[in-house]
């Protein structure tokens, strides 16, 4: 991107050890507007993080619908994208299945500003 205003970001799994960091980080990014957290159960954001947020959705992340609602009310510039399994070794399709809601959604003309960045802890540590 090589617009220098203040962005704003959604970030999808923000309630994950992952989305946590990444709520943190962009708190501390000049670049960096508004940070809105998305996720299944709002009341796992300790309030630290909390108070890091512009607004926090409740969705869920295998939802074009939930998304598409979270990046239209947040006026998101950029998505990233953090869900997973946590310590879980039970077989999920959260990854495969918000890859491809977020995909339908970006598919559609007004959302073609949208700039989407994948991050993933898969394979860190004992994973």
Same mark, same amino acid.
């Given at each position: 991107?090589?617009?220098?205003?203040?962005?704003?970001?959604?970030?999808?799994?923000?309630?994950?050890?992952?989305?946590?960091?990444?709520?943190?980080?962009?708190?501390?990014?000049?670049?960096?507007?508004?940070?809105?957290?998305?996720?299944?159960?709002?009341?796992?954001?300790?309030?630290?993080?909390?108070?890091?947020?512009?607004?926090?959705?409740?969705?869920?992340?295998?939802?074009?619908?939930?998304? +598409?609602?979270?990046?239209?009310?947040?006026?998101?510039?950029? !998505?990233?994208? *953090?869900? %997973?399994? &946590?310590? #879980?070794?039970?077989?999920?399709?959260?990854?495969?299945?918000?890859?491809?809601?977020?995909?339908?959604?970006? +598919?559609?003309?007004?959302?073609?500003?949208?700039?989407?960045? !994948?991050?993933? *802890?898969? %394979?860190? &540590?004992? #994973?």
């Amino acid at each position: 991107m090589t617009n220098s205003s203040p962005l704003s970001i959604l970030v999808i799994g923000a309630s994950g050890r992952t989305g946590l960091e990444i709520l943190r980080q962009l708190s501390q990014d000049t670049r960096t507007k508004e940070v809105h957290a998305f996720c299944r159960d709002p009341a796992k954001i300790p309030d630290q993080h909390k108070a890091l947020c512009q607004s926090i959705v409740k969705g869920d992340a295998r939802s074009s619908d939930d998304i +598409e609602r979270a990046i239209d009310d947040s006026n998101a510039q950029v !998505v990233i994208v *953090s869900v %997973g399994n &946590g310590d #879980s070794v039970a077989k999920s399709d959260v990854r495969t299945a918000s890859a491809r809601a977020l995909a339908r959604i970006m +598919e559609k003309p007004q959302y073609h500003h949208v700039h989407a960045l !994948v991050v993933s *802890s898969t %394979g860190a &540590g004992t #994973s």
